[in-house]
Each structure stands twice: as C-alpha cells, then as structure tokens.
C-alpha cells in the first residue's frame, strides 16, 4: 500500500476540485466535501460517496436542509493505486464522479463518459 500523508491526499482532492470548470462550481449548491480514512464495513472498498439530493431532484420543498455530502476516502484509494502519479489521476475521478451526482448524473451515464 502507498503512503501518503493526510494533508497531501487532502491537497489533492482540493486541487481535483480546483480543476471542475467555474461554471459549474458556481451553481454548486449545499454540498460540502470531506476526506475520511475508511468507508463503512459493508463497502470497504468504495473510493467515494456522496450522499444528498441532486440539484435536478430539488424542488420548492428544498430548504433549510443539511448540506449535501461529499466523501472521499483515502485507505481504499491509496490501496488501489500502485504510483503517486496513479492516486493524483484516482482522486481526480473520484471528485469528478461524485460531483457528477450531485449535478444527478447516474453511474451508467459516467461509466460511458469515462468517469466510472
């Protein structure tokens, strides 16, 4: 397993968020992103997770709710890559994945656009 410390795995999802075009980020709505050791036991190998209602599911009823939730989880990530060059190229499609989600693209949809 590669290591890697906190505040570099960190400093990389942030530089994946920095690379989602402006445009989008502006209608970004309600969602925070985190970075977290491990995923639940029942999924251990899941690289991230976003939890919340996608902007296109949202309708008037949509106020004064918790923020949309944004995971990336380094063990698994660090697990599955063999090169740092491979956990910067991992973390960027994970951020980007699960970005998507919240803009309420499905898995299918980002398997085909390469994004899986």
Not at 9 to 20: G, K, N, Y
Not at 21 to 41: K, S, Y
Not at 85 to 99: F, G, L, P, S
Request: hydrophobic share 40%; charged share 25%.
């Amino acid at each position: 397993m590669l290591e890697m410390t906190r505040e570099a795995f960190e400093e990389l999802v942030s530089q994946a968020l920095d690379q989602i075009p402006p445009d989008l980020t502006r209608v970004m709505d309600n969602v925070a992103v985190f970075v977290e050791d491990e995923p639940t036991a029942d999924d251990p190998e899941l690289l991230g997770l976003y939890e919340g209602t996608p902007l296109t599911e949202r309708g008037e009823w949509y106020a004064g709710v918790l923020p949309d939730r944004i995971t990336i989880y380094m063990g698994p990530t660090l697990r599955f890559c063999e090169t740092p060059e491979d956990v910067v190229h991992e973390v960027a499609v994970t951020v980007i994945h699960e970005v998507a989600h919240h803009f309420g693209i499905e898995d299918a949809r980002l398997h085909e656009l390469g994004w899986g």
